[in-house]
């Protein structure tokens, strides 16, 4: 076991290693983290219309340094894919922003950030995966479905099937679609749309199964067909959630929906039917950005909700 209490004041470098555990089990299935970058990169009161700069000052105290850098106040935003193994199969579950992509923000612009030889680390070529889920269709979550070669996009995992839902496929080739990549740079011309040609696409619905353990989960309003992960086995229960929420302030602040969320309101209702659901149930929870060691548990606290991280979590070394 490993102690996965992080540093009382740690520099939040770009792409940190803390040295957490990235591994965790649910019974028979188990949750590999790949980070590609985690450091301070986001302003809460830009990334959360409803927050106000009284409410983060007041909520720094638990919030930082673990959530948020105490000097820059900036949010700690991971980004990261999750390997599953279940069943004999290789899972992926989203796929960063991916390497030498032209997008406009800076933080993701012709980034390199070899989050493929951190796959290879953790034991899997590309060959090797069976699946990739993309939770939706935002430019953190799709990058590494493909990577340049001889200038050409092509499919980064060429024996997956990309399980990827209709509803949000159709809702990005729809002109309500067209303004977030405008916005962000058209992600899905170089990261969706060539796995789609390669025919390693099946377009599944937002409750698919995928085998006796994982099923998809669907919590609209981030994105229209934004979806959760979910695992069981033996009795055990675990959730890769995508972006139902960025931040555990929208624990405590569960109406707080984020300047990306494509329907603020419907995405108020999924984050608290969430919460709801998976508070106080032991179901260790993923939410997608948040930092090391992410994986945690909901609690409820009066009308609204907490974070706690999950104690120190077994090495793959434990797992037999
Ligand atoms: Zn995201």
Redesign the pocket.
């Known amino acids: 076991m490993t102690n996965l209490q992080p540093p009382l004041s740690p520099t939040f470098a770009d792409a940190r290693d803390l040295g957490f555990s990235t591994r965790h089990r649910v019974g028979q299935v188990t949750i590999e983290r790949v980070v590609e970058s985690e450091y301070a990169r986001l302003n809460p009161l830009e990334l959360l219309p409803d927050a106000t700069p009284e409410l983060i000052a007041e909520n720094l105290a638990w919030m930082a340094p673990r959530f948020q850098d105490p000097q820059s106040r900036l949010l700690i935003i991971s980004?990261q894919g999750f390997v599953v193994h279940s069943a004999g199969k290789i899972i992926l579950v989203?796929t960063c922003v991916g390497d030498c992509k032209n997008r406009v923000r800076k933080d993701f612009l012709n980034k390199e950030w070899g989050w493929l030889g951190k796959l290879r680390q953790a034991g899997v070529e590309p060959e090797d995966v069976d699946y990739v889920i993309c939770?939706?269709f935002?430019?953190?979550?799709v990058g590494w479905n493909t990577r340049l070669e001889n200038g050409k996009w092509i499919p980064t995992f060429p024996n997956a099937r990309y399980l990827l839902t209709r509803e949000e496929w159709d809702y990005w080739r729809s002109e309500a679609g067209r303004p977030g990549l405008d916005r962000t740079g058209d992600y899905l011309e170089d990261s969706i749309v060539p796995v789609v040609r390669a025919g390693l696409v099946d377009f599944v619905a937002t409750n698919h199964v995928l085998d006796a353990h994982i099923r998809f989960e669907h919590m609209p309003g981030?994105t229209p067909g934004l979806i959760g992960v979910r695992i069981d086995s033996e009795g055990q229960c675990a959730i890769i959630a995508?972006?139902v929420m960025?931040t555990p302030l929208q624990c405590r602040y569960p109406d707080w929906s984020t300047r990306?969320c494509a329907d603020q309101v419907l995405s108020r209702v999924s984050r608290r039917r969430f919460l709801d659901t998976y508070s106080d149930t032991g179901t260790l929870v993923f939410p997608?950005?948040f930092p090391s060691p992410t994986g945690g548990y909901i609690e409820k606290d009066g009308d609204n909700f907490s974070f706690r991280y999950a104690a120190a979590e077994q090495s793959m070394e434990d797992v037999t």
């Open positions: 980004m989203d939770t939706h935002h430019v953190d979550h981030h995508g972006d960025h990306f997608a950005h």
